[in-house]
Every structure is written in C-alpha cells, then in structure tokens.
C-alpha cells in the first residue's frame, strides 16, 4: 500500500463512521499486545515523534505500563490534537515522560526493548536531526525494537532496523523482512467502506495551485461537442471551470456556437463550420490540441455516422499524442476496440457500455465489477461506469461510488461529471484518482444541490455546488 492510499483510508473511515481516534486507540493496543505477547519484558522506551504515529506510540505506551515498567521520550512536541490528547491520558497515568536531551543515549541502552513511533508514512526524504542521531543510537542498542507501522527512516539512507514492525491494515509498499524485520499486519477496524467506495480521502490528489502560479497553469480543457444538443457541451466547460481550470475551451458547429457561448462569458467558445461535427474539422481540432491539458469528447455530439467519424479521428489523434482525455456519450459510441495508453478516462451508462464492449451487464455488482476491471485492463483505460452504484477501475484497482441522489437522473449531470473529470486530467491528476475524485465531486455536489432544490434540481445547480465541495474538501 501506498502512503499516500492510507491518509485516503484514514479520512474515508472517520467519513464512514469509524473517526481517527478510535483508529489511533486500536493502532497502540495492536502494537502493546504485540509485545506483550512476543517479548518478556521488564522495561521499555516508547519514542515519540510529533505526528500521529507519535500518537499511536503513546497509547501503546499506556497499554504497555500494565504489564511493564514505561519511559516516554518525546522528541519535538506533539503537533496533532489526537496525539496531544493521548499525551495528557499519558501523563495522568503517571508514566515516566522525558523531553528529548542529554542522557537519552543512556535510557535507550538500558531498556531492554525500545518503540519506534518516531515517524510515519507521511515523511518523505532524508532523516533530519535529532531522528538521525536517535536512529543511529538505536541501531546501536543491544535492544530489541519494534517499530510502529513502519521504521522510522523507511526509505531512506539511514534508518531504524527493527527486530519487528507491527504495521496497520495492509503492508506497506516496499517492506520487506529485512528493512522492517518481522511484519506484523494488524486490523485497526478501518471500515470496509472505506478501503472499498470513494470518499473525501481521495480528494488528497487534488492538486492546489500554487500561490506564484499563472493563467494557463492550472489546466486547460477543450470540450468537443454540440450540434444535435447545446447545453451539455456547456455543462462540461463550465463543470471544468468550476473544478478550477484556468481555461476551458469548447469546439462546437457554427449553427448552434452562439446559444453554447449564451450561458457563460467565461468559456471561450469557437465555432466550426457546419450544423455537426465531421471530419473535415479534424485537422482544425490536431491543430489546437498542443494548446491544451485535456480533452473532453461527446457531449451533445450527436449520433450521425459523419460525427463518429469525427470522433474517432480525435480520439486516435489524442492516443498518439498521449493526450489526457474524457470520451463520453456520443464518443463512446465511436471509441470501438481501442487500446489506450493509460490517459483516457470513458464514461459510460450501462447502456453505453454494451455498446462499447457488447456486454449486457448483470444486475449483480461484483459482477459487474469484475467485468469493467477486466474490460479497462484490456483497453488500457479508466472506465467509471455510471449507475444506482458507479464501478471506477483502471484494470488494477476498483472502487465503488454510491454518493449521489434519485434528482441526479435529471439530464446535464453525465456531462457535468466528465467536465469535472477533464478539469482534474489538466491539472496532471492520473485518470484513476480523476475518476474516483470526479465521482466524490459530482456526487456531493449533487447532494448540496439537492439540499436546497430537491427534485427540482438541475445539472446547473450541481455546478454551482463544485467550489463549495473544494471550498470543504481541499483545505
């Protein structure tokens, strides 16, 4: 597992009902019953850094004073208010706490085991002082040590070598026996929820601007649609805006381009000649799309053979260009057997997914699961598979999306999502964490807009409700 998948999970379960604390209070107890279980011990040292595995470190601390003889060495003071909290339930149990200074070497080689819940999965690079010197102390030790979900340093140059590590929910990519001695996989009740359906976790890949960053930098998005409907092309260039996209750009026929560019002065419309989109736009389109981040195909596009055509020009020019692109409605309809090379992400109903693949899906979702990983393995791409319950797969991973609302079958919210998607492909995000991210956003989205409309809602209204889930969610 990979770290950043864990702080995922760490806010998925306080979202789905299991809260950071409670898995900070089991994380300690794991690693306490651990040694108590495995090591006779008469005296420890629980080092402690300021992060939650700092945390984690001092309630196995409290657990360990039952049976031993505890000293506590803090050495920068606790930054989370969990492990602030578990500090305080540490001191009033009366266990030894030091400060970290002159006569730390001393305590270490006179334990007989020593805890390592310095630093956790979210320290990258090399070790700084004091760590280096402390790592280096405790390599020295005739000690035995465990450490907390992953040695202190894992990674790096210098690192703790201990004799186990008991880590939480699943290994951690890289561990082996003999960078983390014996791996201990400990259940720390994190839901099943969590590890399986999107949540606010995953709003972690969100890429925030940076404060010197300009126009253009933060993503440009090209929609490609229009001509049989005019609404749904601008629902995706305004779902990409309000996702923050710095530009977005919509190709659509000149019949209709002045009632796309009607909703918003914020898009930059251009027209195209003709009632629909055909082939003789695709040279115009290769042209334009080095000015872009991503591609958003098939919104309103129509079903004319002249139009498929079209889109499958454009998706074969994105292909080779290793363009990020989002094919949806009307374009899926053209994508055929397609290998992609990892940057495409395809939108489709079920409907639409048996068009594309020929596959009736079956009612039964681990089925149906099995069968859209196995389809985007096979193509190359990120499939969302939009439904009562979203399927997200890129062939190797898979989650489920079950965040939205019955008003949501109004038309235009398809089309919000891919605008969505888009804007996060130009921002750099993996098709994956766009997909899964662009669930989450869409989803709650519709919820606040729900809140206030009911089922009078519109696909309008979900955007509108975008800044608010970035607003909550990205801070």
Wanted: aromatic share 6%.
């Amino acid at each position: 597992m990979r770290p950043t998948e864990v702080k995922v999970l760490d806010a998925n379960s306080a979202f789905y009902g299991v809260p950071a604390g409670m898995l900070m209070e089991n994380a300690g107890r794991a690693v306490a019953d651990f040694i108590n279980k495995k090591f006779d011990c008469r005296c420890c040292t629980v080092l402690c850094g300021s992060g939650n595995n700092g945390g984690d470190g001092l309630v196995a601390a409290r657990y360990l004073s039952r049976k031993c003889n505890v000293n506590v060495v803090m050495l920068k003071e606790s930054k989370s208010l969990l492990a602030r909290k578990n500090f305080r339930k540490v001191k009033k149990l009366g266990i030894f706490v030091q400060r970290y200074g002159s006569g730390i070497e001393k305590i270490l080689h006179e334990s007989e085991l020593i805890v390592d819940a310095m630093l956790g999965i979210g320290i990258s690079g090399e070790l700084r002082q004091p760590y280096r010197e402390i790592v280096k102390i405790v390599n020295g030790s005739h000690s035995r040590v465990v450490s907390v979900d992953i040695p202190t340093g894992f990674g790096s140059k210098i690192s703790v070598k201990p004799d186990a590590t008991v880590t939480f929910h699943d290994r951690k990519d890289g561990m082996t026996e003999e960078n983390s001695g014996k791996i201990i996989v400990a259940n720390i009740g994190i839901p099943e929820a969590a590890v399986v359906a999107v949540g606010p976790g995953d709003m972690i890949y969100y890429p925030v601007p940076k404060e010197n960053s300009h126009k253009g930098e933060n993503g440009a998005v090209l929609t490609i649609g229009g001509g049989s409907y005019t609404g749904a092309p601008a629902l995706a260039a305004m779902a990409a805006l309000k996702t923050g996209a710095d530009l977005s750009f919509v190709f659509t026929p000149r019949r209709v381009w002045k009632m796309v560019a009607s909703f918003s002065p914020d898009m930059i419309v251009m027209p195209l000649d003709g009632d629909f989109l055909q082939a003789e736009h695709s040279p115009m389109i290769r042209e334009f799309l080095g000015r872009v981040d991503a591609v958003v195909i098939g919104p309103g596009l129509g079903n004319r053979e002249e139009t498929k055509e079209f889109a499958a020009d454009v998706i074969d020019e994105g292909i080779s260009l290793n363009k990020k692109m989002v094919v949806d409605a009307d374009a899926i309809r053209a994508f055929g057997e397609r290998k992609c090379n990892g940057n495409i992400v395809i939108t489709p109903h079920a409907g639409e997914f048996k068009e594309l693949t020929g596959i009736t899906l079956p009612d039964e979702l681990e089925e149906r699961k099995e069968i859209v990983k196995k389809e985007a393995k096979r193509r190359g791409c990120t499939i969302l598979l939009k439904g009562a319950v979203d399927i997200i797969s890129n062939g190797e991973n898979l989650k489920i999306n079950h965040i939205h609302n019955e008003g949501m079958t109004v038309g235009g919210t398809g089309d919000v999502l891919s605008g969505i998607i888009g804007s996060l492909l130009s921002k750099d995000v993996p098709t994956y964490n766009a997909a899964r991210m662009g669930a989450f956003m869409n989803g709650t989205a519709g919820n606040l807009a729900f809140e206030k409309k009911g089922y009078g809602m519109t696909a309008s209204d979900v955007i509108h409700e975008i800044p608010e889930v970035l607003m909550h969610y990205t801070r």
